[in-house]
């Protein structure tokens, strides 16, 4: 798309002879319209000035504009309010998560001390010595 030296100023955000100096000085190039007035193709200002491009032409208010910016807005403000639930959910479900990680690990200690306690002494181990004849203690004389 090509614009005039006015426009394309005017999306620059800078003077007409701003770009005049631009395009003496070779940084910006044009063509001549059928009409013989310059033009500017977008492609070759958003180079220079990026944000040339995606600003948005001045739009006069009309009903259908009204309208349909009406109905953006109420969809922009039902998102929002989709939004802040989605966000309490999300707090209500971490805190509600970190609940069960705190009865798990209550549960997980409870359970380790009752398998503890509930564990059989360890048997005292004999010595294999002690069964041999010479391992034996003589028995006393009654006397």
Partial sequence: ????????????????????????????????????????????????YPRAVTARPDTHATPENKAETAALQR???LLRELVDGLKQDKERLTDALD?????????????ERERT???PAPKEARRSWSLWPWG?????AAG
């Fill in 1 to 48: 798309m090509k614009v005039s030296i006015s426009e394309a100023a005017r999306r620059a955000g800078v003077r007409r002879s701003t770009i005049y100096r631009k395009l003496d000085a070779g940084k910006l190039s044009k063509e001549t319209g059928e009409d013989g007035q310059p033009l500017i193709d977008l492609s070759e200002l958003a180079r220079i």
């Fill in 75 to 77: 969809e922009i403000a």
């Fill in 99 to 111: 609940r069960e990680q705190e009865e798990r690990r209550r549960v997980q200690a409870l359970y």
């Fill in 117 to 119: 306690l509930a564990m």
């Fill in 136 to 140: 034996k203690k003589a028995p006393e």
